[in-house]
């Protein structure tokens, strides 16, 4: 089974700083997902993109096709930002079952 | 507009015992998905559906059967529960699978002792 792998697992970062996540992924895909899943809560879709680049707030995402690389940046970040944000790919002639995750990371920001 | 609406959020079952989760979308979705949260693991599907009457097996559906008799119900149904079947629980909907946004409920604590 193809994986999607998440880096770092966990992250500690004081308020304010600018937070990088990564996603890699082994083969072709067709869209990228970042989720968003706050402790005890539910899960909350970010982005969906399939090239380029996202910007929603401060919150922003890019993915490289070539290098099978996403990543997911925070600006200014917040104590409301701690979460664990997840990284789920639909590889290439994948079905409708056809999507992917990685485990998650782990953000806590300190006041 | 609720979005997706799971029920119930939590629940404690005894080995043996039978449950029916219940998901709702009022989106007009076509898509809908009942997915497993572990510790240590991603998400995992366990069946879906891509219209009304239809349904599918996803990655672990042992142990667990399906419904999709109304478009915006999907059932999730465990007919002797197993310890192994504690988890959270997870359902999605989306207008047309994995290449739109989804959805996803809050999520159901489920405990089989």
């Known amino acids: 089974k193809n994986e999607v792998e998440q880096s770092p697992q966990n992250l500690t970062a004081q308020e304010g700083e600018f937070i990088t996540i990564n996603c890699s992924y082994s083969?072709?895909?067709?869209?990228l997902h970042w989720l968003q899943q706050h402790p005890g809560g539910g899960i909350v879709s970010l982005f969906m993109?399939?090239?380029g680049k996202k910007k929603h707030g401060r919150l922003i995402a890019t993915i490289n096709i070539q290098e099978k690389h996403s990543s997911l940046h925070i600006t200014a970040s917040h104590p409301r930002d701690s979460a664990v944000y997840i990284c789920a790919v639909m590889y290439s002639g994948g079905g409708a079952d056809g999507l992917t995750f990685g485990k998650g990371t782990h953000l806590i920001i300190q006041p | 507009n609720a979005g997706v609406t799971q029920t119930p959020k939590f629940r404690v079952l005894k080995t043996g015992q039978s449950m029916t989760l219940l998901c709702a979308q009022d989106m007009n979705h076509e898509y809908m998905y009942w997915y497993r949260q572990d510790p240590g693991m991603g998400l995992r599907l366990i069946h879906y559906s891509v219209g009304e009457g239809t349904t599918a097996k996803g990655e672990v559906p042992d142990g667990y059967n399906v419904s999709r008799l109304k478009k915006q119900n999907f059932l999730l149904g465990l007919e002797s529960a197993a310890p192994s079947q504690t988890s959270v629980y997870f359902c999605?909907?989306?207008?047309?699978?994995?290449?739109?946004?989804?959805?996803f409920g809050q999520g159901t604590r489920l405990t089989v002792v």
């Open positions: 083969v072709g895909i067709s869209a």
């Open positions: 993109l399939s090239s």
């Open positions: 999605a909907s989306s207008y047309q699978g994995w290449y739109t946004e989804a959805f």
